[in-house]
């Protein structure tokens, strides 16, 4: 992790040496970050670790020689503390092997734009990859260790952390007809690592809404499904809500629920991003006040930025409850820290903790 009085240090990784420049020019204008190698494959990326001190690895996943999958677990090993940021191309294989990198170790994973050109004018994908590199890189607040806070009788509990006062409150009166998850960085990880867990043992609809483009969250639900074993898809515009199935948010389309006769049915809706997220939690968590009332539990995980606050202040005022992944385990404390701080939560735990958490609260 970068020491805040130096510049995060980066080393860049792809066959293309003009995509290297161009990835190193976004990354340079802002002073908080020095690229400090540029190399062709993941050969000489592990030659250029032991070199060179780095904070963050930039990774492409397609090279000749040595391919990103393929030196990963190689620098995850050689360096266990490392950042990898994965570099994919927007296709379905290029999806599926960032997911997987994940689970090896990488961090996060950027979508390069398609072309050069495209790549010089996309001001989304720049200001995206500079906050990323910023928040992994050590820059959005070091993660502390803490132990969890809990309700004492009825009243609410305050718990002292590094940065802040955790206020606690009382879980919402009304068992719960849905679950909702909001999570974007770290995200896929985290949601890997709770849902066998969650589905094992309730028969709420699952809904997700994680920060991804599109191909991403199809590829997302299908794993989804292989670690359930429950159903799950994308969702579809005019699917029905049914218990026991897990829907994920496709990118590029906010998720929303609406009532219609005895059904509760999903809306998928091409309104502007919000929080600079499209599909953001904000969004799907008033429509499901909108179509559950009070009804309503929501698990806030690992995330950069604040999208799932407003939202979870309206599930709160319904009477609704709320649960957020504590900062020691979070890849990055924005999404869950924000509901944490604000004094929304029922609870604020580890992740090996979330589980037997929601399982409790849904019964």
């Given at each position: 992790m970068a020491n805040v009085s130096e510049p995060i240090k980066v080393m860049v990784v792809d066959d293309s040496a003009v995509i290297r420049g161009l990835f190193t020019q976004v990354l340079e204008s802002n002073d908080e970050i020095e690229v400090v190698e540029s190399v062709g494959d993941g050969a000489l990326a592990l030659k250029a670790l032991n070199r060179s001190k780095i904070d963050v690895v930039l990774l492409d996943i397609e090279m000749p020689n040595m391919d990103g999958l393929t030196a990963l677990p190689q620098m995850i090993k050689a360096h266990p503390d490392l950042t990898v940021i994965m570099a994919s191309s927007l296709t379905e294989r290029n999806a599926d092997i960032s997911l997987r990198a994940l689970r090896m170790g990488a961090t996060d994973y950027v979508t390069k734009p398609s072309s050069r050109q495209a790549l010089r004018e996309?001001?989304?994908?720049k200001r995206d990859l500079v906050a990323k590199v910023i928040a992994l890189g050590g820059r959005g607040g070091a993660p502390a260790g803490r132990k969890s806070a809990k309700p004492v009788n009825g009243t609410a509990a305050v718990k002292e952390t590094n940065s802040s006062i955790l206020e606690l409150r009382d879980a919402g009166?009304?068992?719960?007809?849905?679950l909702a998850?909001?999570?974007s960085t770290g995200g896929p990880q985290a949601l890997a690592k709770c849902i066998k867990s969650i589905?094992?043992?309730i028969s709420l609809p699952i809904l997700i809404t994680q920060h991804m483009p599109p191909t991403f969250t199809a590829i997302l639900a299908k794993h989804l499904q292989q670690a359930s074993g429950w159903p799950s898809?994308?969702?579809?515009?005019?699917?029905?809500?049914e218990g026991g199935r897990i829907y994920v948010a496709p990118g590029g389309f906010?998720?929303?629920?609406?009532?219609s006769g005895v059904d509760k049915v999903l809306r998928l809706n091409d309104g502007p991003p919000e929080n600079f997220c499209k599909p953001a939690v904000d969004p799907m968590l008033r429509s499901i006040v909108d179509a559950y009332g009070p009804a309503v539990l929501v698990l806030i995980l690992t995330g950069m930025g604040a999208d799932g606050c407003a939202g979870s202040?309206?599930?709160?005022?319904?009477?609704g409850t709320i649960v957020a992944q504590d900062e020691e385990t979070s890849v990055v404390w924005g999404m869950p820290g924000a509901v944490a701080t604000n004094g929304l939560?029922?609870?604020?735990?580890?992740?090996?903790?979330?589980?037997?958490?929601i399982c409790r609260l849904a019964v």
């Open positions: 996309a001001d989304d994908f009166s009304i068992k719960p007809a849905v998850i909001g999570s589905t094992d043992n898809a994308e969702a579809e515009d005019g699917d029905v809500v906010h998720m929303l629920v609406e009532t202040k309206v599930v709160v005022d319904a009477g939560c029922n609870a604020v735990l580890p992740l090996p903790e979330i589980g037997p958490k």
